[in-house]
């Protein structure tokens, strides 16, 4: 074959690459001249290995070097000019007039090989993109996504035409991710993951569990029973009040329950067994407090409008269930009005105090940010889970052993706390049961005596 007939077949070659070129990035959607500078980006990178070697050396700083792609018949090289202001190291300007080719022997084979690389990649990224712009509108919508794979801390997730990350702090307390389960995400938005943009789910945002109501209770997605409030410790309990804009004709409480409460068992099932309270909701926020802190009764609440912050007095036997096991039930209380609750007993001692701003019940512990972060990750968010999967803190080398201690042992206190009180609020209870029962027979048999003597 003679030098002609060669040349004609390399321009041939290279005028397909260049017109493959084309057709892959009108078909993807992709920017023709961002891949050609993303081949020269690589190209040149290539060269100062293949130079460099194994040490990696840097070209020469007296010129300044630059990988060239022929837009028309595709052709590759690597090109270099004196350098204009060598002492200047961000400066590019060069000698135009002594431009010289310095592309290695058997670059070629490197260069395509490296091209091809590069427009698969584009490739991906035009296709990854253009599924996190359709999933852009749906932000705020619930779908089933499926469990790929955990990576790190994170779930992977399939929903659907693409992919989406679950980082720890959208997950649920207590929930275990296996591979192929399904379960209903909320689409929270997009972020980056490792560099890249991600579509981000959630499973722990209190807004999954209002778009579940709305999915379940007709006269939510009607519109006649509106959710007003809702605050939420995922995987452990969410507290919602409703109301009604016609409360003779529809019971907000008892359209969100359903017959037999077949509604909001179907939306806990979903919520892997999460407790949920539906409270009616009210304009005045002592009757919002009250029924916030439910099932404690008998309360007297003292509400500061200006300052946001209530005080509420309950008789001894009502104040372990108005604060709940390790404060939850006055930590959402606080979170669902907005309010900062300080809960007294009848002799006027404190016995819990919450802002409303608490996520979990270890931001009571008075930890350091990034001490916090860690234990979110680990999902040991309170303090039974601190105390059963002790090996998980134990195993974290980002926490200092004296850290670790403190945090089990203010695990292990707030646990006992929980224990004494609700055998106290038992005792009480086993005692009033017992009161009326005596009063109930002295009552009985003084009636029976009475009936003898007539």
Not at 137 to 163: A, C, K, P, Y
Not at 217 to 245: D, F, M, W, Y
Not at 276 to 296: G, S
Request: aromatic letters at 4%.
């Amino acid at each position: 074959m003679d030098q002609r007939t060669k040349a004609r077949a390399a321009r041939a070659h290279r005028s397909e690459f260049s017109s493959a070129i084309a057709q892959i990035c009108a078909e993807r959607k992709i920017d023709a001249e961002q891949v050609y500078q993303a081949i020269e980006a690589g190209l040149l990178g290539a060269y100062r290995k293949q130079v460099g070697g194994e040490t990696d050396e840097p070209l020469d700083p007296k010129f300044y070097y630059w990988a060239q792609v022929d837009r028309d018949s595709g052709a590759m090289k690597i090109l270099c000019a004196p350098r204009l202001q060598p002492d200047v190291e961000e400066d590019e300007s060069y000698d135009d007039k002594k431009i010289t080719e310095v592309t290695p022997p058997g670059f070629g084979r490197i260069a395509a090989q490296l091209a091809k690389q590069i427009i698969l990649q584009r490739m991906r990224d035009a296709e990854r993109d253009q599924i996190i712009s359709e999933y852009q509108s749906q932000i705020g919508t619930v779908v089933t996504g499926q469990v790929f794979r955990m990576e790190r801390d994170s779930v992977l997730m399939d929903i659907g035409r693409g992919n989406a990350s679950m980082p720890p702090v959208e997950q649920m307390r207590g929930e275990f991710y296996k591979s192929g389960a399904r379960m209903a995400v909320l689409i929270k938005g997009i972020g980056e993951v490792n560099g890249k943009r991600t579509i981000i789910v959630s499973r722990a945002d209190a807004q999954l569990v209002a778009l579940l109501f709305e999915r379940e209770v007709p006269e939510i997605s009607g519109g006649s029973v509106q959710i007003k409030l809702i605050a939420r410790e995922a995987g452990i309990r969410t507290k919602v009040a409703v109301a009604s804009n016609n409360p003779a004709a529809v019971d907000p409480v008892g359209s969100c329950v359903g017959q037999r409460g077949v509604r909001v068992q179907e939306i806990i099932k979903e919520l892997n067994n999460e407790k949920i309270d539906i409270i009616p909701y009210f304009e005045d926020p002592v009757q919002m407090i009250i029924a916030a802190l439910a099932p404690a009764e008998n309360m007297t609440v003292e509400y500061d409008a200006e300052a946001k912050a209530a005080r509420v007095s309950l008789p001894k036997d009502q104040v372990p269930l108005a604060i709940g096991r390790g404060g939850q039930n006055v930590r959402l209380a606080a979170k669902l009005v907005g309010a900062s609750i300080t809960v007294v007993d009848e002799a006027g001692e404190i016995k819990g105090q919450v802002t409303g701003s608490e996520e979990y019940e270890i931001d009571q512990f008075e930890l350091a940010p990034e001490v916090r972060e860690r234990l979110v990750n680990l999902k040991l968010t309170n303090s039974n889970d601190i105390l059963r999967f002790q090996n998980r803190l134990e195993n974290c080398d980002d926490i200092d052993a004296q850290t670790k201690a403190a945090i089990v042992a203010r695990a292990q206190a707030q646990v006992d706390k929980d224990t004494s009180e609700n055998v106290l609020s038992r005792d009480i209870a086993d005692g009033d049961k017992k009161s009326d029962k005596k009063v109930k027979k002295e009552k009985k048999s003084k009636k029976s005596e009475q009936t003898e003597e007539a």
